[in-house]
């Protein structure tokens, strides 16, 4: 009976004990909501009470109690500067004065822009409240008031404002005590900054137009000649312009030498190295330029301008007895013959300074000292059915995958054959890989382009589609129907590898649209043959100006329908002719091109560019038979 009675007691004391435990855990409880309510409800109560400080820092201003206004916001920004590690509890109320101390920097702001804006618009002299109010709100209408007549007088250096405006905005301002230091030494310089404004606006105007080097280097001519306002502003800007070029310059810089245009590298390096002489990459750039460049000289006597049509790429078909066309060996053998007889190539766009809308100047070419120069037209190549099909031409261009220009073709035994050896563009290219001195400053060729059948044996228009219908028909091929979204696939593709050709040192010309003989062709159909050939072939190339005469039947300079072309931008005109020839006409420069195939060849005496032995197939390989055998890449 004892142990039962221990254990009731026990039993008891035990839940005396947590029951005591239970009211004094629900006690601590009760006060730890109790003081929770108390810290939101005065955190809240405080809050509530500051958030009116800002309608009352506003209707301050608005009575003209500016002691009173200066006096919130000032405890506000000390608060905020004071919180620099605030705990997280604090972010919030943290965050509020941000707000309010924007808010009342937002309320003081507007006015003073409005005085500010009259001021500079409308003539408008202070008031005496609003000197008053300038005044009395010391840090808080300083700070900008100082900004701005530094502003003002930047776009006076810049030619944004005039003299007399800045000179009334300074007088204005000059009872406000608080911009003194401002505007005091700022006057005594307004006479400076006028005599720096042209070279100032020279600068910027050579950095607008994307001459950084013409602006580094006024930009260096005004930093050695001014002090104080205009010294700071233009060294700035000197810093933030050579941050700004270099770059992008350099890059163009080094795809210069990537595409064996050496001469513009040179010089482009050349004045980069100036700005930034200690630039390692810089200087071996232009040491890589230099290697590769000789001295030039002015050149006025006559200018060679040879042209082909396609290539054969394929003997087997027995194409070579046309006499129309070069081999692609007989072309290879030209170059290389060309190329040790000192001839360079050069752009037919540099004869002639086109920069004027109405009239074209005369530009004497530079080429390296022993060179004489040759512009190279590859003609009408535009890849007409019954030339491609039956001649062993190539039937289209395409990019391989190291985005070189190939020709292809489908052999009779239906493989396709691709490579950059199978026409002229990509022989050319390779040519000059190997011999960069053939090429002056990375300059190929001429490539004229005409919009019958297709472009790069593309279809790109529905004009070209039933055009290319018939042709297919005439020689006895199956017909293609090509789809809108065919066509404009074929356009993008065409796009492509003119952008390649325009990178690569080539330029495009305008054979006609339909490769019509101009001479004999009326107004009319001069007009909708170009329009034609301006929508759906310029759309792509950009702007051009050469026009190559299809069988060099050229309109007179001075036609009426010369004049039409003029006026679409074609101010380069180029007939045919066995010896060299230009002349530059009103708003034109003309030149003859001499064609070149195995019927001219054997025909014609070309000694004064080549030993044509050294070149046709019929000499060549009747000496060595194994001669032209080609490895051509079967895909």
Same mark, same amino acid.
């Given at each position: ?7 009731? @007691? ?13 009211i004094?855990?629900?006690?601590f $409880? ?32 608005? !009575? ?18 004071? &919180?620099d ?10 965050? *509020? ?20 804006? %009259? ?12 000197l008053r109010?300038?005044? !009395?709100? %010391? ?13 003002? $007088? ?8 005039? +003299? ?12 406000? #005590? ?18 720096a ?8 105007? &050579? ?9 580094? %280097?006024?930009?260096?001519?005004? $930093? ?5 306002f ?10 933030e ?5 270099? !770059?992008?310059m350099?890059?163009?810089g ?12 040179? &010089? ?7 700005? @930034? ?13 230099t ?24 003997? &087997? ?14 072309? !290879? ?18 004869m ?19 060179? +004489? ?13 019954? #030339? ?5 031409l ?7 995958? %190291? ?9 009779p ?30 300059? +190929?060729?001429?490539?004229?382009? $005409?919009?019958?059948?297709?472009? @790069? ?24 129907? @090509? ?6 696939? #074929? ?37 909708a ?7 759906? *072939?310029?759309s ?28 679409n ?13 230009? *002349? ?52």
């Open positions: 009976m004892r142990r039962s009675e221990d254990n009731i @007691f026990d039993n008891y004391e035990k839940r005396s004990v947590n029951g005591a435990g239970y004094v855990a629900a006690c $409880c009760m006060a730890a909501v109790i003081g929770m309510i108390i810290v939101v409800f005065w955190l809240n109560s405080s809050l509530k009470a500051e958030s009116d400080i800002v309608p009352d820092f506003e209707i301050a201003i608005d !009575e003209g109690r500016y002691d009173d206004a200066l006096q919130m916001y000032r405890q506000i920004h000390d608060d905020v500067v004071a &919180s590690s605030a705990t997280p509890g604090e972010d919030a109320e943290l965050q *509020i004065r941000r707000d309010q101390m924007a808010s009342m920097e937002e309320i003081v702001n507007t006015r003073l822009i409005a005085i500010e804006d %009259q001021m500079r618009f409308s003539r408008y002299t202070p008031s005496t409240a609003d109010f300038m005044n !009395e709100m %010391q840090e808080m209408t300083s700070s900008r008031l100082s900004t701005w007549l530094n502003d003002l $007088c930047t776009e006076f250096l810049l030619g944004t404002i005039e +003299k007399p405006d800045l000179i009334f905005i300074f007088e204005a301002v000059g009872g406000v #005590n608080s911009v003194a230091s401002t505007t005091t030494p700022l006057l005594y310089e307004i006479e400076t900054i006028e005599m404004r042209g070279d100032v606006q020279a600068a910027e105007a &050579s950095f607008d137009a994307g001459d950084y080097v013409s602006a580094v %280097q006024t930009y260096v001519d005004v $930093c050695n000649s001014y002090d104080g205009v010294y700071d502003f233009s060294s700035f800007r000197l810093t312009i050579k941050e700004i070029m270099y !770059e992008p350099l890059e163009e080094e795809h210069m030498l990537e595409r064996l245009r050496y001469f513009s590298a040179e &010089s482009l390096l050349s004045d980069l190295a100036v700005i @930034f002489p200690d630039d390692n990459r810089i200087n071996a750039d232009l040491l890589e330029a290697s590769h460049t000789t001295e030039v000289r002015e050149y006025s006597g006559t200018v060679e301008v040879l042209s082909v049509r396609q290539l054969i790429a394929d003997v &087997s078909r027995g194409a070579s007895n046309t006499g129309l066309y070069l081999t692609t060996d007989e072309f !290879e053998r030209m170059l290389q013959q060309l190329y040790e007889n000192d001839y360079v190539l050069v752009d037919a766009e540099t002639a300074d086109m920069s004027e809308a109405d009239f074209i100047t005369e530009v004497n070419l530079t080429v390296p000292v022993g060179k +004489k120069p040759l512009i190279l037209v590859l003609d009408t190549f535009d890849y007409m059915a019954a #030339n491609t099909y039956n001649y062993g190539c039937t289209q261009l395409s990019l391989d995958e %190291q985005g070189h220009v190939c020709g292809q073709y489908v052999a035994d239906g493989t396709l054959v691709s490579g950059r050896e199978l026409e002229a563009i990509g022989i050319l290219d390779s040519f000059v890989e190997a011999h960069p001195d053939f090429s002056f400053d990375g300059a +190929k060729g001429v490539i004229s382009i $005409c919009g019958y059948e297709s472009v @790069f044996g593309y279809v790109i228009s529905r004009d070209e589609a039933d055009d290319r219908s018939t042709a297919l028909a005439n020689i006895g091929r199956p017909n293609v129907n @090509f789809t809108d979204s065919e066509i404009e696939n #074929n356009r993008q593709t065409v796009a492509e590898i003119m952008d390649v050709l325009l990178d690569t040192g080539w330029k495009f010309a305008s054979s006609t649209y339909g490769n019509i003989n101009a001479f004999d062709s009326d107004m009319e159909t001069i007009v043959d170009t329009e034609k050939w301006m929508d759906q *072939i310029e792509l190339t950009g702007d051009v100006h050469i026009i190559v005469y299809p069988g060099g039947n050229y309109i007179y300079g001075t036609d009426p329908r010369a004049e039409y072309l003029k006026s931008g074609f101010r380069i005109f180029i007939g045919m002719g066995y010896n060299p020839y230009h *002349i530059y006409g009103s708003n034109y420069l003309y030149y003859d091109r001499t064609p070149i195939s195995e019927s001219t060849l054997s025909n014609s005496d070309y000694s004064r560019l080549f030993d044509v032995t050294l070149i046709l197939d019929s000499y060549v390989n009747a000496v060595n038979p194994s001669e032209g055998e080609d490895e051509q890449e079967v895909i």
